[in-house]
Each structure stands twice: as structure tokens, then as C-alpha cells.
Nanobody
Framework: QVQLVESGGGLVQAGDSLRLSCVAS????????MGWVRQVPGKGRELVAS?????????ADSAEGRFTISMSRDDAKKILYLEMNSLTPEDTAVYFC??????????????WGQGIQVTVSS
């Protein structure tokens, strides 16, 4: 019903910036709040940032002041962005785009992208 595809990851140096994008397509009426989750091997997933369409965005303490989440949409898709500045090696992780289903016809499981690697070298 909903597909999420991330892009924009890669290898950067400490202090650099990077912008991740997530294109949500399919039945976009099913898409509620969206966010970015990251995972480091051997550790749990961390919600980095999230937002609803018009609500105040949420940022993890580790992202506050450095990352900005934003969203755009048209009739066919929603695009979620994560602008990451002043990156540090601690930001190295696989970043996933996530959407919460909204609507009784949409199922109960969250939608996830395939994940994209961000590597920050020191």
C-alpha cells in the first residue's frame, strides 16, 4: 500500500552536512506521522526526528540543534527530508524512514524504508 524509498546517504567527514530524502508513494492517505530512525550495529534503534503534517517536530537530544526534519507533498507522494549538519562519527548509522499508518483501511504495522547508510569519518 505504501512504499518508502530513502536516498542521500553516503560517506562524509566530520563537520560536513548531508541531506536525506524519503519518498513515500502508494496510498499516501494512509500515511500519518513520519520520522527518521537510525540504527548502529549491536545497538537498538533510535528515533532521531519526527513530525506530523502541521505539528511541532520532535528531535532526539543527539539531533537537537543540528538536524532539521521537513516534509513536502503533492497529490501522488510525500517527501520527508532530514538535513544533518555538523556531523560527527557518532552519527554513523543506517537511517530508516518510517511512517505510522493512519486510517482503518491501512493496517496496523508501521511502514519502513529499506534503510540507507550514513558514515562520518573523523
Amino acid at each position: 500500500q505504501v512504499q518508502l524509498v530513502e536516498s542521500g546517504g553516503g560517506l562524509v567527514q566530520a563537520g560536513d552536512s548531508l541531506r536525506l530524502s524519503c519518498v513515500a508513494s502508494g496510498d499516501i492517505t494512509c500515511i500519518g506521522p513520519m520520522g527518521w530512525v537510525r540504527q548502529v550495529p549491536g545497538k537498538g534503534r533510535e528515533l532521531v526526528a519526527s513530525r506530523t503534517g502541521n505539528g511541532r517536530p520532535y528531535y532526539a537530544d543527539s539531533a537537537e540543534g543540528r538536524f532539521t526534519i521537513s516534509m513536502s507533498r503533492d497529490d501522488a507522494k510525500k517527501i520527508l527530508y532530514l538535513e544533518m549538519n555538523s556531523l560527527t562519527p557518532e552519527d554513523t548509522a543506517v537511517y530508516f524512514c518510517k511512517a505510522v499508518p493512519e486510517g482503518s483501511w491501512c493496517g496496523h504495522d508501521d511502514y519502513w524504508g529499506q534503510g540507507i547508510q550514513v558514515t562520518v569519518s573523523s
